[in-house]
Each structure stands twice: as structure tokens, then as C-alpha cells.
């Protein structure tokens, strides 16, 4: 018998569904209620919001938990105190990822979209894997979660932290290598010796597809990918999403599924289909106004999501909503934050709203930091009067005058599209994307 502490993630959740599924009674906590939650209690988890000792059932032989979690959380001090056995979510999918053909999906950019790709294609294919994947996908009903019958596992591996490490790949996918998560690599060496390792876990019989230029130096075979291959331009007349850099995502599972031996018509036909993960461009159509969601943090994923809304909304005016993600992110890539969006402005979008940084509890840096790499100094540096800092929650009337809104971040700016969403009179857990 497990239990989650932290089920509510986005990863965790997965887990805890697997086990679900597979006949076991899982128990867990978090510290708000959310449509991830409920989906877990429908599907028979008992969950407790808020985190007290007595959470725990007497007869749990495990707790799993968030890496978010602090050794002194009472949940963690009771399971320590009872002598339960303890593993990190990362841990617990990596014992999981022995017992199956692994596939795991890793990069600074992509993973998500390149995971639910390759997923609908080996589903299409009849190659009935089990998925565990960072974002909610449509084509599963909304699911970060898909119990299959093969002995496929396909996983989004992620490198905070050197999570990926734990896990075990007959076949590892790096979509790109790009500064990122510094507050704990440092420098872009520790990061790359990090992917370096996790490459050195796929076994002689397995191989690593990587895009062009990452240069990692595998011993097993590789197969590389770029944008001038030319599988890409019949990728390009088939797939739904804009920009350069779903193409890129397309290509890499297309490699992996050839790899695999799937035909190329069934490639083909799984990626026409495929129609967007949850906030990764995720489009609204709310009256007159275009909403996007999108999860774009890292200053080379917000240059191709702009990139892509220009693209596929050429003649309307755009407004970009940005909620810059963590202190310590917003200040190692202060510098790139102000060229992207410097670049942008009168080019790719018509104004730029900046918000407060969403502060990211535990992983923050000193106030000193707080003092000097905020939105309003971020705004400042922009120098620009299409930008603004704004601090208020009035929102919609800064969006007049404009066609498209595009609501970015990883922080809770996806609270704050809900209520957008809602003051146009849409039931936000059912409305439908375009």
C-alpha cells in the first residue's frame, strides 16, 4: 500500500494512477484541492488536503513523494519515524522503468510535446505503451496517463536536480541542451555532464536520437536530427501546430518511431492528429479574442512561442502576459529575458505585460536578489512603452484594442487565464481549445 505525499503534481499523479490501475490501494495528501485530485478520487485514491502524521494509514509499506518536500514536513517525520520505505517520485519511476522497454524523453525544450507525440504514434501503431508524461494530453481525455498492456514505458525524463538520472532507457531522446535549472547546475558544464550521464544509462542494445549540435558522447549508437532533414517538409504540411520548434518535436519522435520500425504512413497519420498538449499553445477562442495558454519559461521557449503565434496570427495585434518563473532563473538569464522580449516587441508582439515572479517556495535565493531582479526592473531595462510592469488584477482592460492574448509562464498565471476564461463566460473545466 502506497502513499503520495504531494499527489497532486503533475508527474506524481501519473504514478499514483499506475498503481491505482494496477489493482493497488493508494493514499495520499497535498496542500489544495485541484481537478487532478478529484480525477485521482474518482479513480478510487483516498487524498487528504493539508499534511498531518495521522494522514497516513497505519498498514502503508511506502511513501512516495515530491522532490518539492522539505525533511521537515510531518508526513516525511512520521514515515521516517515509522521506519517506512521512502522514494522521491524520481526514484520510484526510475525502479519502475527497470521492469519495462524504456523511452525516455529528455531536453531544456520539448519534452512534453516530443512525449505526447511519440505516444499517439506508438498508440496508433498498435504498440500499446504506458505513458507518463509532464502535461495533461488531450487525445488520452485530458490525462497526464495511459495504462498500456506492452512492455513500452514512455516517460518524460526531466533534468532538475539530475531527476533523470534514476531512470533506466533502452532509448533516451534529448530534444536540445540549453542553460536552465542553474540555481542548481551552475554552470552549463555540470548540466551537460549531467545529460552526459544520463545518455551512458541506455545499454549497448538500445540507442540515443538527439538533435543536431547536442554532441553528446554516447558509446551506443546515435541518430541525430536537424531541421534540414527531409522527413521535415512532410512533416510540415501535416502538422497543426506553428513554429520551427514543433517541427523539431515532430521530427524527433518520427526517429524514434522509425527506429522502432513503425511505417511511415501510421507516422504520418499520428502526427496530423495530434492536436496540442495542455498549455503548450494551447488556443482559446473567447468572442472576438484569442487566448493562449502556454507554459513557456525559459527565454529560447518564449522566442518560439512569439515566433509561432506571429506566424500563425500574421495580421492580428498580440499582447503577450509574461509571469517571469523563480528569482533565480529570472536573474542567471536576466540578460536573454531583455533581448527576447526587446526583439520582439513591434516584431512578433504589440505589448508585453510583465507580472510579479512567481516565487517558487524553497528554491528562491536572498531578498537581495528579490531587490534586483524583478518585474519592474525587468520592465525598466526593456525600456520600451509597448512594456509594462503591472501589479493589479484588472487584466482584461489592458487587453482592448488587441486580437490575440497569450497568458506564459509556469507560475500561477494558469489561474489567472482561468479567470480570464471565466469573465467570458466559459465553464473553464469544460470549455474546448481550436
Not at 503534481?9 to 494512477?17: E, F, K, Q, T
Not at 536540445?176 to 544520463?198: G, P, Q, S, T, V
Not at 509562464?409 to 471565466?422: F, L, M, P, R, T
Request: net charge negative; glycine share 8%.
Amino acid at each position: 500500500m502506497k502513499y503520495f505525499l504531494g499527489i497532486g503534481g503533475i508527474g506524481i499523479s501519473a504514478l499514483a494512477r499506475f498503481y491505482l490501475l494496477k489493482g493497488e490501494k493508494v493514499f495520499g495528501s497535498d496542500a489544495c484541492d485541484s481537478a487532478i485530485i478529484e480525477k485521482l478520487r474518482e479513480d478510487g485514491a483516498e487524498v487528504s488536503i493539508g499534511q498531518r502524521p495521522e494522514n497516513i494509514p497505519g498498514d502503508c509499506d511506502e511513501l512516495i513523494f515530491t522532490p518539492a518536500v522539505k525533511e521537515d514536513n510531518p508526513e516525511m517525520m512520521e514515515a521516517k519515524r515509522r521506519g517506512m520505505k521512502m522514494s522521491s517520485y524520481p526514484q520510484a519511476l526510475g525502479e519502475l522503468s527497470k521492469n519495462y522497454h524504456t523511452i525516455a524523453i529528455a531536453g531544456t525544450h520539448g519534452k512534453s510535446t516530443t512525449t505526447a507525440m511519440l505516444s499517439l504514434i506508438m498508440v496508433e501503431a498498435g504498440l500499446d505503451p504506458t505513458v507518463i508524461i509532464g502535461t495533461k494530453l488531450k487525445e488520452f481525455g485530458g490525462s497526464n496517463f495511459r495504462m498500456g498492456k506492452s512492455d513500452y514505458l514512455v516517460i518524460e525524463a526531466c533534468e532538475y536536480e539530475r531527476s533523470f538520472l534514476n531512470y533506466h532507457p533502452q532509448i533516451a531522446i534529448v530534444t536540445n541542451i540549453e542553460e536552465d535549472h542553474l540555481d542548481y547546475y551552475e554552470n552549463m558544464d555540470n548540466l551537460r555532464r549531467a545529460f552526459e550521464e544520463f545518455a551512458s544509462h541506455v545499454p549497448d542494445t538500445g540507442f540515443v536520437i538527439e538533435k543536431k549540435g547536442v554532441g553528446l558522447s554516447s558509446k551506443v549508437r546515435k541518430i541525430e536530427f536537424s531541421i534540414d532533414d527531409p522527413e521535415v517538409g512532410e512533416i510540415r504540411k501535416i502538422v497543426s501546430l506553428p513554429g520551427e520548434h514543433n517541427l523539431l518535436n515532430a521530427l524527433a519522435a518520427y526517429k524514434v518511431a522509425e527506429a522502432l520500425g513503425v511505417d511511415k504512413s501510421v507516422i504520418l497519420s499520428s502526427l496530423s492528429k495530434y492536436i496540442g498538449s495542455w498549455r503548450r499553445f494551447d488556443v482559446f477562442e473567447l468572442d472576438d479574442l484569442i487566448l493562449i495558454d502556454d507554459y513557456a519559461h525559459h527565454p529560447t521557449e518564449i522566442l518560439a512561442t512569439l515566433k509561432a503565434a506571429r506566424e500563425k496570427y500574421a495580421d492580428k495585434k498580440i499582447c503577450c502576459v509574461y509571469q517571469p518563473h523563480q528569482y533565480q532563473r529570472t536573474q542567471f538569464l536576466f540578460d536573454d529575458f531583455i533581448n527576447v522580449f526587446s526583439s520582439s516587441l513591434g516584431v512578433l508582439i504589440d505589448k508585453l505585460i510583465l507580472l510579479d515572479v512567481y516565487d517558487v517556495a524553497g528554491r528562491e535565493g536572498n531578498e537581495e536578489i528579490k531587490k534586483n531582479y524583478n518585474s519592474r526592473i525587468l520592465a525598466e531595462r526593456i525600456a520600451d512603452e509597448r512594456c509594462i510592469h503591472s501589479e493589479d488584477d484588472d487584466l482584461i482592460s489592458k487587453f482592448d484594442g488587441y486580437d490575440v492574448v497569450i497568458m506564459m509562464g509556469a507560475g500561477n498565471i494558469y489561474d489567472i487565464s482561468h479567470e480570464v476564461k471565466k469573465s467570458f463566460g466559459y465553464d473553464c473545466d469544460s470549455c474546448t481549445n481550436t
